[in-house]
């Protein structure tokens, strides 16, 4: 019963299956079902490929946890898609083969850049501590989850990962240093000091002496710098440019030298051609070194040097006051003083202005300072007196006027009186100044004369209308104080051809003897010159010792 009962159940229940089937089928509603059921299993497949998806890329994620991402690069060195111990063996490999040159100053000609040593890896037992626990941070800061980008990205990603420093043994470092020839102490060579060299023979001028950089060196340091190096890896190291050498205190361009030398250069450099009357003289390094000393670090210039070389060019080649040969217009060759006459030098002017020639370091063409000058300048076949002159012969009370060697004027004279000792000094002498309408005036007498011509002191020639005789031998007895008295036209004509400086010779054959107990005649190498006592009075003039003739001329 119960059988029938499941059996009818079945049957009833199939049928009823089909007759869903056949309306799902059939109708809207069973259209709707069957769209529900794809749409599922498209659901279903998505999500199964990306769960597959998802799994194979965290898979592939999980990877780069422990190894680098593509076109990773380390120091250079090509890391991708290694472990961190292999990237560190591979980073650490450098120290392999690793060497570092080190130069500075040849030991024997100290040269700069001179390779001193190799340093190589091995020999210091080089090498890395740290390296694994670098990268690792550098992996642990790797977002594993990114790993596409780094497989789409075209880009290297380059690190530069600071090693921090190697490790050496620092024994075998400092052997090594210390048996290396330039840092052995026998072979150290001190450095010098640039210095001022002085003039000589072959060098009129100061030079600078270069220093001498020398390879003295510091050996503790060069270790120590040593280390540094080795510890960042790097490739060469200078030791003159890391200054371990022991350097000149003093050097070439220190201003210690260059600033006396190129004072003292500019005053050895002074050229100065001199014509000391008619003479050359050549004033250039050679004579002034002696001059220039360079003392605690001043150029010194010897003024005292200077004023001695003018006084000494002043000696040989002024002829103020020298005997010189004069000959005659009889042919006779006397020796004559030059009391007031000639050549002479101001050497205080002139060695005011040489000194400030030499400071400026001048060359040129020069005449010294002259206080006298006489007619021209000297040379070897003439004096100073030249062709055109006075000369007065004492002895035969005769004068002649010379003018560019010819005689153009001559005549009698009187000179000063013998008797008395007042005769004429002899010498070669030169007109002080001219003067017309003059007052000769005296202790006893005060005469006028038209043209007064003064030659040393207030001796001179003028005119003396008083007389009416001149030359034979009046002066002996009946002379003059000492003046040249002429006959009035020719002092007129005289005037009218000298001026200042205008040589007037003076002379006696044998000098006159002034009688027992008369006054010496007067001697002009030791004379004084009275000069003009009444200078700013022109047309009154004192005659010294005077012209003791009254007008009459008696």
């Not at 000769?440 to 008083?466: C, I, S």
Request: proline share 5%.
């Amino acid at each position: 019963m119960k059988a029938d009962q499941g059996t009818e159940k079945n049957q009833a229940g199939e049928n009823t299956e089909d007759i869903l089937t056949t309306e799902s089928a059939g109708t809207p509603a069973g259209r709707r079902g069957k769209k529900k059921g794809v749409k599922w299993i498209c659901l279903g497949v998505v999500f199964a490929l990306v769960t597959i998806v998802a799994a194979v890329y965290i898979r592939i994620g999980v990877y780069y946890q422990t190894h680098f991402f593509p076109h990773t690069v380390i120091n250079d060195v090509d890391v991708s898609g290694m472990r961190v111990s292999q990237a560190a063996g591979l980073l650490d490999a450098v120290i392999q083969g690793y060497s570092l040159e080190v130069t500075g100053r040849d030991p024997v000609t100290a040269q700069s850049g001179t390779v001193l040593g190799m340093v190589a890896s091995d020999a210091v037992k080089l090498a890395y501590t740290d390296s694994e626990s670098e990268l690792a941070q550098l992996l642990q800061d790797q977002n594993w989850l990114a790993w596409i980008k780094s497989y789409l990205s075209r880009n290297q990603n380059s690190i530069m990962l600071d090693r921090g420093t190697a490790i050496f043994n620092e024994q075998l470092l400092k052997d090594m240093v210390k048996s290396w020839p330039a840092c052995q102490t026998e072979n150290m060579v001190s450095p010098k000091n640039a210095y001022i060299k002085e003039p000589s023979a072959e060098s009129p001028f100061y030079e600078i002496v270069p220093e001498t950089k020398g390879t003295e060196l510091d050996t503790d340091q060069v270790i120590r710098l040593l280390g540094e190096a080795l510890g960042r890896l790097e490739k060469t190291l200078d030791l003159e440019e890391m200054g371990v050498y022991t350097e000149p205190a003093v050097y070439q361009d220190d201003a210690s030298l260059t600033v006396p030398v190129d004072t003292a250069n500019r005053w050895l450099g002074t050229k100065i051609d001199y014509d000391w009357n008619g003479n050359e003289v050549v004033l250039d390094a050679d004579v002034i070194r002696d001059w220039v000393t360079i003392e605690d670090g001043t150029a010194v210039l010897d003024e005292a040097a200077v004023k001695s070389f003018v006084n000494a060019c002043a000696r040989k080649y002024d002829t103020y006051g020298k005997t010189k040969n004069f000959v005659t217009t009889q042919g006779v060759t006397l020796k004559l003083s030059s009391a007031s006459y000639g050549w002479r030098t101001d050497t205080k002017a002139e060695s005011e202005e040489l000194l400030a020639l030499v400071r400026q370091g001048s060359s040129e063409l020069r005449e010294p300072v002259y206080s006298h000058k006489g007619m021209i300048k000297v040379t070897d076949s003439v004096d100073d007196v030249g062709d055109t002159y006075v000369e007065a012969n004492l002895t035969d009370q005769h004068l002649y006027l010379y003018k560019d060697g010819e005689v153009v004027l001559e005549t009698d004279f009187v000179s000063g009186k013998i008797s008395n000792g007042n005769g004429t000094p002899a010498g070669i002498f030169g007109i002080t100044y001219k003067t017309t309408d003059a007052v000769l005036r005296g202790q006893n007498y005060e005469t006028p004369v038209k043209y007064w011509m003064p030659f040393y002191g207030n001796y001179g020639m003028h005119d003396a209308n008083w007389r009416g005789v001149f030359g034979g031998d009046i002066y002996i007895n009946n002379g003059s104080h000492g003046c040249i008295n002429l006959p009035p036209s020719m002092a007129e004509q005289i005037y009218q051809y000298v001026y200042t400086g205008f040589p007037v010779v003076c002379y006696y054959y044998e000098q006159p003897v002034a009688p027992e107990g008369a006054e010496e005649l007067p001697d002009p190498e030791t004379a004084a010159q009275v000069g003009n006592p009444e200078a700013e009075q022109p047309a009154s003039q004192t005659e010294n010792p005077g012209d003791t003739q009254s007008p009459s001329g008696q």
